[in-house]
């Protein structure tokens, strides 16, 4: 006999403390049917899930909502404003059909101050009590049944990284969206105040046309500063301010005894609860926690086990990422090399290869970082560490007005900024984020490398210092690195007393149980890195790279082109007299079309070794002995190719280094070489550090296409090093110098030329507005350093 099933949908919200396991849950409810935006008007990500349930006939077509972690439904901002309004229905989503709560089952009273505050919101609510089997460890016994009974909500055991409970968790859900009944609120204040929370919600209902939650008028009135508050202002006139001007007095309430008064009467009522629903066994030893939490919180020994834990993580992203990245970046090649065969030089070809697939190698290529990066993060979080290493930097970066969390991210920023930017995810306040994320930039990435290489090894004498333990070189390169934390936290300073001025929450950070990481969530988190990062931030990449190429392409000139033609062909035909001359040397009875069709002389020619070897070697003699005089032609045939060959990769060089100084981008180089001059550069240092904008290690290649040596060279490149040193202006001056170099470093340390950089502070931020902030403050604050060095090294005799 068959049963229909009747097939609904429904709307859910998922919300608890941080570091309660809700990530995990929602992971654990959803799989990979998850999907992310940004709530509008706001930089919190917006994070959504489906899953199915069936119980009875009724199957229900579940989206969850993970909203932010949250101890407090009060707002004092926009983005804190997001955990009430997507109760109360303020969203495009509606209001939720029901409340999936999670707590820490082993630290039940500071969740149930948010709990008390979730039963005001007037909907069907279910308690989750995760990390269950931790809670037993400990000794805590909690009767269900009584906390069920208490609340008036289903109350559900589980522990969300092993997957237990999770059957009993979606048949509550079932049942509970079958018979929705919204439990009755549980905190009551004096009756001054309860009278005051009524006129004010009539007040609000006559003139706002809508009933708001016992919630939300409870945040009005206790939260003097509320976001809330001010949205209210925006929507009434001046009436409202009158009303609430005269409400406190009317009803003898001061403002700051509402502030003390509501954490008592909750904090309060939850330890009534606890003692009415929990039984705690005495241990008799001291949980093993405890002493793992005197060394990884001691001043010294934990300093030194963070610096290990964070050697790990750097050394990943720096050196452990390089052969998958090394690895992409030789597919992106072999790509570029054989489309290249495919297509035909020109404008299609040079878009195609050096702008789209450029482009989109230059977003592949972080991707080992990023993967990696983020599963230490998860990991570390999941273990519950990272709340450990928080609290030990907190002190040495608050001066600045940034927490400890802010650490993390600018670590591992010195690998790449990318992920260091997307890992400021962990940092709860905006304000703190946001300015961690304008200087994450400043930190030396992996990029800077190449160019502080080629200036140091050419440029820097290599004297050694303190009786040979250090060389100036090392010295330097150190210099470069601890220049941008030195510049960092000032501009941290500076940022949070004027741009994201506002008050600088205490830290307080709550100490998670240890757990071992779920390998699901730390492969669900590097998962959906990749996959944001690729798809938010690959787009703006890909548009600015054929930006960038178009600027370096056009306006194309024929007479460049033609010119360079007719040289390839004064190049060819010399050749071709110069083979003829060698034949009629060696057969003067044969012709050069006799002699290339004739097979011995062929297969000898296309099997002699590369590089050719030198005639006074033994292979050379033994070849010779074998073959005679048609050995030596080959030889010389090849030898002549090589020098032919080689010749017009040199004219090719010419030629690409003469189009792009007839760019856009060369003419705009040549155009501001008057305002770089300062710096002491020239224009052809201008124009490469143009070129560089959309990544720095670009300018070792322009380099290479300036001195006509080809964009394939590196920073170890000798030919490079030379043509550089030897460069001279027309009165005999060298282009480069140490102070020249030094300039070129300060200005690189410090500048913000990364497209990948700006296009994911744009998507973390949710605004080209900050991603515009950070190139101009950045550049200015490069110019300027760089100007003091080469200005004050000038001065100074150097």
Not at 200 to 219: G, M, P, T, W
Request: proline content about 6%.
């Amino acid at each position: 006999m068959s049963v229909s099933i009747t097939k609904k949908e429904a709307y859910i919200a998922l919300i608890g403390n941080p570091n309660v396991g809700k990530t995990t849950l929602f992971n654990a409810l959803t799989g990979l049917q998850q999907k992310t935006g940004n709530f509008a008007g706001v930089t919190v990500e917006k994070k959504f899930g489906k899953f199915t349930v069936e119980d009875k006939g009724s199957k229900y077509h579940c989206q969850i909502l993970d909203l932010p972690g949250t101890y407090s439904l009060s707002a004092s901002a926009p983005d804190e404003m997001i955990a009430i309004d997507s109760l109360m229905g303020r969203w495009q989503e509606g209001r939720p059909d029901l409340i999936l709560a999670i707590v820490d089952a082993s630290n039940l009273e500071r969740n149930l101050y948010l709990i008390s505050q979730l039963l005001e919101c007037h909907l069907p609510l279910i308690l989750a009590l995760n990390m269950y089997d931790l809670a037993q460890k400990k000794g805590i016994e909690i009767h269900l049944e009584t906390l069920a009974q208490t609340l008036h909500c289903p109350v559900v055991p589980v522990v969300a990284n092993k997957r237990k409970g999770l059957e009993k968790l979606r048949n509550t859900i079932v049942q509970t969206l079958q018979s929705p009944s919204s439990p009755p609120y549980s905190i009551r204040f004096p009756e001054n105040i309860e009278n005051a929370l009524s006129e004010l919600d009539e007040y609000l209902q006559q003139n706002l046309n809508c009933k708001l939650s016992r919630a939300e008028i409870v945040r009005l009135l206790i939260d003097p500063d509320s976001y809330l508050k001010q949205r209210l202002e925006q929507q009434l006139d001046e009436d409202f301010q009158k009303f609430w001007e005269n409400l406190l007095p009317k009803y003898q309430i001061q403002p700051e005894e509402l502030l003390t008064l509501e954490p008592e009467l909750r904090y309060q009522w939850a330890q009534n609860l606890i003692s009415q629903c929990t039984q705690i066994h005495p241990q008799t030893h001291p949980p093993l926690s405890e002493k793992v939490d005197k060394i990884l919180t001691h001043p010294f020994w934990g300093l030194g086990v963070f610096l290990i834990v964070m050697g790990l993580v750097f050394q990943s992203i720096f050196q452990w990422a390089t052969p998958l990245m090394d690895w992409l970046d030789a597919q992106i090649s072999l790509l570029s090399s054989w489309i290249s065969t495919l297509l035909p030089s020109g404008p299609l070809q040079s878009l195609i290869v050096d702008g789209v697939i450029a482009g989109i190698g230059s977003v592949i290529v972080f991707l080992p970082q990023i993967v990696i990066l983020f599963m230490f993060i998860s990991i570390l979080e999941d273990c519950g560490y990272m709340a450990r290493a928080a609290f030990l930097m907190d002190k040495l970066m608050s001066w600045a007005g940034i927490s400890g969390h802010s650490f993390v991210p600018m670590l591992s920023s010195f690998a790449c900024a990318v992920p260091g930017i997307m890992a400021t995810r962990t940092i709860e306040n905006r304000r703190d984020r946001f300015t961690t994320i304008l200087i994450a930039p400043l930190m030396s990435c992996s990029a800077r490398l190449p160019v502080y290489v080629i200036m140091i090894a050419t440029f820097i004498p290599p004297i050694y210092l303190w009786n040979g333990w250090i060389s100036l070189q090392s010295l330097t390169l150190f210099a470069m690195y601890l220049l941008g934390i030195c510049v960092a936290l000032p501009v941290a300073w500076v940022l949070k007393k004027t741009l994201l001025k506002g008050k600088t929450p205490p830290f307080i950070m709550e100490m998670p149980s240890y757990k071992i990481p779920d390998y699901r969530t730390v492969g669900m988190q590097m998962y959906k890195s990749a996959k944001s990062f690729l798809l938010r931030a690959g787009s703006i990449i890909l548009a600015m790279s054929v930006l960038i190429w178009a600027c370096t392409y056009f306006p194309r000139s024929s007479q460049i082109d033609q010119l360079y033609h007719q040289k390839q062909i004064q190049l060819k035909q010399k050749f071709h007299t110069q083979r003829k001359q060698l034949l009629k040397h060696h057969f003067p009875h044969l012709s050069l079309q006799q002699i290339q069709t004739n097979p011995t002389f062929t297969n000898l020619y296309q099997q002699l070794p590369q590089p050719l070897p030198p005639k006074n070697s033994t292979t050379y003699q033994t070849l010779l002995n074998q073959h005679g005089p048609t050995f030596s032609l080959a030889y010389e045939f090849k030898q002549l190719e090589n020098k032919y060959n080689q010749k017009i990769k040199e004219l090719e060089n010419q030629k690409n280094a003469a189009h792009l100084k007839n760019s856009f981008l060369g003419r705009a180089g040549q155009f501001l070489a008057p305002a770089f001059q300062p710096l002491g550069w020239d224009w052809k240092i201008t124009m490469a550090t143009l070129a560089s904008f959309p990544a720095r290690e670009v300018i070792i290649s322009t380099l290479g296409i300036i001195y006509q040596l080809g964009a394939d060279v590196d920073e170890g490149s000798q030919n490079l090093r030379q043509a550089m040193q030897n460069d001279r202006y027309p009165n005999g001056k060298p282009v480069f110098s140490a102070l020249v170099a030094l300039s070129i470093m300060v200005f690189f340390a410090l500048c913000c030329q990364c497209m990948a950089t700006l296009a994911i502070i744009t998507k973390e931020t949710g605004s080209f507005y900050w991603a515009a902030l950070a190139f101009v403050y950045m550049t200015t604050l490069a110019y300027l350093a760089a100007l003091v060095v080469y200005q004050g090294g000038t001065l100074w005799g150097f």
